[in-house]
């Protein structure tokens, strides 16, 4: 057996593995700072963050196999886009409404993640209906016996959503493969938890007939074996499971939101301290992957992906306005 210290050989996970997980941790990060910059300079209309929550994502969607498997994200998923293929131009594309964006041609508002050559779904604003789109897929899936496995993603807020326990309901009768993670941040916008959720959100996986289980979201490594547990299980027939993430978001809901009138500075820095990048540099430097030199090489070169992603989209063209039907209305000249 490993020594804990070398926890991700016993996890199946490989060195070039890890170093991949930490460069998207640092783009999703520098991506969530520029769009935050952008949206104070009025350049940036809108802005979902995500620093915080990269553990959970990147673990998560790392047990998952890209090109065969569904992904169906919600709005705060930008790690997890990044895992499944988008670049920093696609994600600023999305952002300033051009021509290049993958999820909808600047169609969308964004943080609307998909781009169906990435087996990303497309969700919607209201609040845990992915869930729902991902139990159907899932059910086409296992009807058809292809080798996939579908995974959606969601606050605790919206395990309070009659879309969730629809969905819950479903994938535990028919038994789906659907892993449902649910990234805690103890927030739904201003609620606390202990007013949205009675008890914890992955007891709740015992009243749909699948098991439910718990872990740190600031731990990559922890997230990412909760999942791949899963995702295994769930492609050898054994059905859908419900994981709850624990994390935290270091700023407001969105840019239109302001937590200083719900959270104290003092509750934010405290989880600032468990920050799931500095936690995940100090486990590679424990286990000689990479060192102090190695760390500021690919924060600079993150940093420089960022600013190259933001320009490039910032020069893209805008969506012609005589295509704004398309993807809207049928095409009357489709049969």
């Known amino acids: 057996m490993a020594r804990r210290k070398d926890r991700h050989t016993d996890l199946g996970l490989k060195e070039e593995d890890l170093v991949e997980m930490y460069r998207i941790m640092l783009l999703a ?61 696609d994600v600023f594309c999305g952002l300033f409404g051009k021509k290049d964006d993958p999820s909808s041609g600047g169609r969308q508002m ?25 139990a159907g897929i899932a059910l ?9 496995v ?40 201003s609620v606390h938890e202990s007013k949205q959720v009675a008890g914890r959100v992955f007891e709740r996986a015992k009243g749909y007939g699948m098991p439910g289980v718990e872990g740190d979201g600031n731990d990559v490594l922890v997230s990412y074996k909760l999942t791949k547990e899963a995702v295994d299980r769930a ?3 054994e059905g859908p499971s419900l994981i709850e993430l624990r994390t935290y978001r270091f700023y407001s809901h969105t ?8 959270r104290s500075r003092d509750e934010v820095e405290e989880w600032r ?15 000689n992957i990479v060192d102090v030199a190695t760390i500021d090489e690919m924060r600079e070169a993150a940093k420089t992906d960022v600013a190259e992603g933001v320009k490039a989209a910032d020069e893209a063209e805008l969506p012609d306005p005589a295509t704004a039907g398309l993807h809207v209305y049928a095409d009357a000249e489709v049969s």
Not at 41 to 60: I, L, R
Not at 110 to 134: E, F, K, V, Y
Not at 255 to 262: A, G, K, L
Not at 277 to 287: H, N, P, R, S, W
Request: overall charge neutral; aromatic content about 12%; charged content about 25%.
């Open 29 to 89: 990060r520098y991506c969530d700072e520029r769009q935050w910059a952008l949206n104070r300079q009025g350049k940036a209309p809108f802005v979902v963050p995500v620093s915080g929550h990269e553990g959970a994502q990147v673990g998560s969607a790392w047990a998952f196999e890209r090109g065969k498997d569904v992904f169906c994200p919600y709005y705060r998923d930008l790690a997890l886009a990044l895992v499944a293929g988008f670049t920093p131009k």
């Open 235 to 237: 492609r050898a027939g």
């Open 150 to 189: 579908v995974g959606t993603w969601f606050g605790e807020g919206g395990t309070s959503e009659g879309d969730w326990h629809g969905a819950m309901n479903f994938a535990g009768i028919h038994k789906l493969p659907l892993i449902l993670v649910c990234e805690n941040n103890q927030y739904a916008i």
């Open 255 to 262: 840019s239109d939101d302001d937590d200083r009138t719900y």
């Open 273 to 287: 301290k468990k920050d799931p990048i500095l936690k995940f540099e100090e486990y590679l430097k424990g286990v």
């Open 140 to 148: 086409g899936k296992k009807l058809k016996r292809e080798d996939a």
């Open 110 to 134: 964004p943080a609307h993640w998909g781009a169906r050559d990435r087996n990303i779904i497309t969700g919607s604003s209201p609040i845990a209906t992915q869930c729902l789109h991902a």
